[in-house]
C-alpha cells in the first residue's frame, strides 16, 4: 500500500507527493468507480460496523488504491476506521 499524502513518509518531495495523487486517479478511472460510488461504498461499510462499533469519523480513510507488491494491477479496497469503542 502507498501512502498517499506522504504522512507515513516525512522526507516526500512534492514530486513524489503529485505521482502518488496520479496514480489514485488512474486506480479510480481504470475501475470505472466514480466518487458517487465510492461514496455509496463507504455509506454500506459504515452501516454495517455501526451496528458493532463506534468509530472515529474524523480520521477514517476509505479508497480503492493499488498495492505496490500486486503486479497484477488489480486494483483493492482499503479501509482504515479508527474504532472508538466496540459495542455490546
Do not use: Q, W
Not at 21 to 27: A, E, I, Q, T, Y
Not at 39 to 46: G, M, N, Q, S, V
Not at 53 to 75: A, F, N, Q, W
Amino acid at each position: 500500500m502507498f501512502d498517499l499524502f506522504g504522512f507515513l513518509n516525512t522526507k516526500a518531495t512534492s514530486k513524489d507527493v503529485a505521482k502518488e495523487r496520479l496514480k489514485l486517479v488512474l486506480v479510480h478511472d481504470r475501475t470505472n468507480c466514480s466518487p458517487e460510488l465510492l461514496e455509496l461504498l463507504k455509506a454500506d461499510i459504515l452501516s454495517s460496523i455501526s451496528e458493532h462499533v463506534e468509530y472515529d469519523l474524523s480520521t477514517l480513510d476509505i479508497k480503492i488504491t493499488r498495492t505496490r507488491d500486486d503486479s497484477s494491477g488489480r486494483p483493492v479496497l482499503v479501509a482504515s476506521i479508527p474504532i472508538k469503542n466496540m459495542k455490546r
